[in-house]
């Protein structure tokens, strides 16, 4: 049974693994408040897909997407950080809760949760929970690090990861706390150490408006994450995908 993951733009990926299909962080809108998608739309991608589990990083709305969340075909379980339930619940979905460090089986598959180094809060009147990071064990191991700055959970992922999803910029000129730009991304390779790295959080939304005075931003940062990662850990391999483009997992 073959393995593969598709990136699907900003925190999206979908992963198929095992027979069981995990999908991360859907956004699948063109538009987000102020924020439009720039590229392609993907949706139809995964129109034919059954989702077994939506993996759920934090609370932000491009993160916690709820009619994103309803346009999940099949009947997913959708985990989120504990706190969160009673929000994605809205969806009519099966929802669980989980704190960093707890572990669950889906199919066969297992899955860690990781806290991550950022900001969880929904603004600006929502609940606020831990912001987690996954990681994904079956016939290959995948780490996807939701939103994220350096973090001491990084080091204990070393050997434990063949693919690493890390992001890299987010949807603006420039970066908050809590997040990884291309460089402080490269550095956490050093710790994570996967055999394969590829650049999310980027190339995708953008406020509209600025196109006009920052027009080529979106596909800078991961490049510059690959020139970084070549320069301070050449052992990882950078894989840029464009939104919507798959790869092999395993091998």
Not at 22 to 48: C, F, K, M, S
Not at 79 to 95: E, K, N, Q, Y
């Amino acid at each position: 049974m073959s393995s593969q993951l598709r990136y699907l733009g900003h925190s999206t990926v979908l992963i198929e693994m095992n027979g069981v299909s995990i999908l991360t962080d859907p956004l699948l809108v063109d538009r987000l408040g102020l924020l439009h998608r720039h590229t392609d739309a993907v949706a139809h991608l995964i129109e034919n897909v059954k989702i077994d589990v939506v993996l759920i990083s934090h609370a932000h709305h491009d993160h916690l997407h709820l009619p994103s969340l309803r346009r999940c075909h099949g009947e997913p379980r959708i985990i989120v950080p504990r706190g969160l339930g009673r929000l994605a619940s809205r969806t009519g979905r099966d929802v669980m809760e989980v704190s960093a460090g707890e572990r669950f089986d889906i199919g066969g598959v297992g899955v860690e949760a990781i806290r991550a180094e950022h900001d969880g809060r929904r603004r600006p009147f929502g609940p606020t929970a831990e912001a987690l990071g996954y990681r994904i064990a079956g016939s290959s191991r995948v780490y996807f690090a939701g939103d994220t700055d350096l973090c001491a959970e990084m080091d204990g992922l070393a050997g434990a990861v063949d693919v690493a999803l890390l992001p890299v910029w987010g949807w603006g000129p420039r970066l908050g706390t809590g997040h990884l730009d291309p460089g402080r991304a490269a550095e956490a390779l050093l710790r994570i150490r996967p055999r394969i790295a590829i650049p999310i959080h980027w190339g995708t939304f953008y406020p509209f408006a600025f196109a006009r005075f920052w027009p080529h931003p979106l596909g800078d940062p991961p490049r510059d994450f690959a020139r970084e990662t070549a320069r301070v850990a050449p052992e990882t391999l950078v894989r840029i995908l464009a939104p919507g483009e798959a790869m092999a997992l395993g091998g």
